[in-house]
């Protein structure tokens, strides 16, 4: 696997307005900005710190994968996604080595990018994202990158 580095740590949270306060006024992140991912029944605030980045992640229906993880284990940490130059390449790769995927084939993440789950079974109980960004045309990039 190439990971290149931490891409951001998704955190569940009821309500956006009510926690982005935290992260913003109280941490001092830098806020990207808010996207909804209709695929995915999510709306997604984004927070820069570092080279990383925090994701908020406040669902936005009752049969959404955030507001089941909510209900069974409240809010907090969601998951920690890598960056990846390939979701695709990762997903054979991590197959190849028996790695149990819930993804097989890359999805539709927030900021365009590419994104797929490893399944927490196979790494020590933590969800675990591979999160391929859009390649920028020239210099023009998406708000999360």
């Known amino acids: 696997m190439s990971v290149k580095g931490i891409d951001h740590i998704g955190i569940a949270v009821k309500s956006l307005e009510e926690s982005m306060p935290f992260y913003r006024d109280d941490l001092g992140l830098t806020f990207l900005g808010i996207e909804e991912v209709p695929s995915q029944k999510v709306r997604v605030a984004m927070f820069s710190v570092g080279e990383s980045r925090i994701e908020l992640l406040e669902p936005t229906s ?26 695709s390449g990762e997903i054979d790769s991590m197959k190849r080595k028996g790695i149990r995927m819930i993804d097989n084939t890359p999805r ?3 900021g365009g990018t590419r994104i797929a789950f490893i399944h927490p079974a196979a790494s020590g109980k933590v969800l675990t994202e591979l999160c391929e960004h859009p390649k920028p045309e020239k210099e023009d990039q998406d708000e999360f990158s």
């Open 62 to 87: 009752e049969e959404s994968p955030i507001a089941k993880a909510i209900e069974k284990r409240g809010q907090g940490i969601h998951h920690i996604a890598y960056s990846v130059d390939s979701a």
């Open 108 to 110: 539709e993440g927030a």
